[in-house]
C-alpha cells in the first residue's frame, strides 16, 4: 500500500465520520467519476469499470468489450499511467459534490415525516412576501399567507411555528411553516399540558380567528382528570404561556361533549344558552337566549356566533326571547310571497316574484302597501256606518209610516179642518174628500 493510497483513505474515512456518510457510499461516487473522467481520454474504451480497493486504496480501470445483449466478452486493464493525478482532481470535486447530495438528503428525511410539529427557529429575513426562520441545520420559510395579520417579526426574535409542508428541491429540503394554522394551537397545548402529551385529555375540535380568538373542546379519557382545569392550569398558568405564544390571542377552553346540545352550549361561552332546537335536516341550531345575553352570545362582529358554528359543526341561528315570542305570536301561520330585489336595466330597485310577473318597483311597493293599509283603515270603522245608516233608513221609514198613520187618523177624525182645507181651494185632493163625505152623508140620510 503506497503512502498516498493510505493518506487518501485516512482522509476519506475522515470526512464520511465528520458528514455522517458512510466509506462505500463515498467509494461509489468516486468510482463513477473517474469512470467520466476516463473516457474523455482520446484512446479510451467504449466500455469501462473502475474499481478502487476499500483496503489498499488501488485504483483500476478496466476496458470492457460486450456484445449484442450487454455481456461482457473481453476485458483488459487500460489504467492510464498519470490516472493517479487524475483520479485525485476527480475525488476532490466528487467528494464535495456528494457531500452536499448526501447533507440535502439527510436534511430532508429529518424533516420529511414532521408535517403537522412543531419547531423554534430564529427570525433571520422579513419582506413582503415571507419570513425566514433559521432552524439550525435548514431554514424555514413563513409565507405571507400564514402570518397573522398583526404580527411583527423582529429580526434575531425566536418563533414557533407549525410545519405545514417540507418540499425537496434541487437545493436541499423547503421547509414551508404557519402561524396562522389551528394546528399551532394543539402543538402548544402539549407542549404546556402533560395530561395531552400522555393521552389522558385530548382535544377533540379546534376554531381559530388568527390574532384575536380561539375555542378549543377538550375530552378527559381518565375520569378522574378535568379536561378544562388541566388545561387551564392553577390560576390560568398553562393557558397563559399559550397566549403569551400567541401575542395576547384570546383562548377560550370548552368541555366536549358528543350530545350536539350541551357542545352548543358549552361552545357559546361565555353566554348562557336557555334552550337550543336541532334540525337535523338542515343542520341548523335555534339557539334562545335572554335579551341580555344576546349581544354576547354573538360576539363582536359575530366573532362568537361563528366560531361556536366552527367548533361544532352545526349552523347556529341566535334569537333573544323576545324576538322568538314575537315571531310565533306575530308571524304564525301567515304566508309570505316569494321573490327578491333586484336590479333592472335602468338602475332602479325592483321586486321580482318568484313565481313570475312583472317586476313592481320600490314605489309601486310603497304605494301599494300604503293603499292596502288606508284600506283597512277606512274599511274597518265604514262598516259601522253602513249598517247604521241602514238601521237610521229603516228607522226613518218607520218614522214616515207612523207619520202618514197620524195624518190618516187626523183626516178621519177631525172633518171640519178637511172642510175648511176645501174651502180654501188649496188642494184638490182635499176637496174630494169632503165630497165624498158629504155624498155619503147624504145617501145615509135618504133612507132615513
Known sequence: ???????????????????????????????????????????????????????????????????????????????????????????????????REVERDLKYEEYAGREGDIVTGIVQQTDNRYTLLDLGKVEALLPQAEQVSYERYEHGARLKAYIVEVRKTTKGPQIVVSRSHPGLIKRLFELEVPEISSGAVEIKAAAREPGHRTKIAVWSNDPNVDPVGACVGARGSRVRMVTNELRGERVDVVPYSDDPVELIQSALAPARVREVRLDDESGTATVIVSDYQLSLAIGKEGQNARLAARLTGWRIDIKSETQLAEEESGYA???????????????????????????????????????????????????????????AGADSSADDSAEAVADDASTAVDPEATIEAAGDGDSEAATSAPESSDDGAQAEEDPA
Open 1 to 99: 500500500m503506497s503512502k498516498t493510497n493510505f493518506e487518501f483513505l485516512d482522509a476519506l474515512g475522515q470526512i464520511a465520520r465528520d458528514k455522517g456518510i458512510s466509506v462505500e457510499t463515498l467509494l461509489d461516487a468516486l468510482a463513477n467519476a473517474l469512470v467520466a473522467a476516463y473516457k474523455r481520454r482520446p484512446d479510451a474504451a467504449e466500455e469501462a469499470v473502475v474499481t478502487i480497493d476499500p483496503d489498499s486504496g488501488e485504483i483500476r480501470v478496466y476496458g470492457q468489450e460486450l456484445d449484442e445483449d450487454g455481456n461482457v466478452i473481453r476485458e483488459w486493464d487500460d489504467t492510464p499511467n498519470d490516472f493517479g493525478r487524475i483520479a485525485a482532481q476527480t475525488a476532490k470535486q466528487v467528494i464535495l459534490q456528494r457531500i
Open 333 to 391: 301561520g301567515e304566508e309570505w310571497a316569494e321573490g327578491e330585489w333586484v336590479q333592472n336595466e335602468a338602475g332602479e330597485m325592483v321586486w321580482q316574484p318568484a313565481e313570475g310577473g312583472s317586476a313592481v318597483s320600490a314605489t309601486e311597493w310603497a304605494e301599494g302597501a300604503d293603499g292596502a293599509d288606508e284600506a283597512a283603515a277606512d274599511g274597518a270603522p265604514g262598516d259601522a256606518p253602513a249598517d247604521a245608516d241602514a238601521d
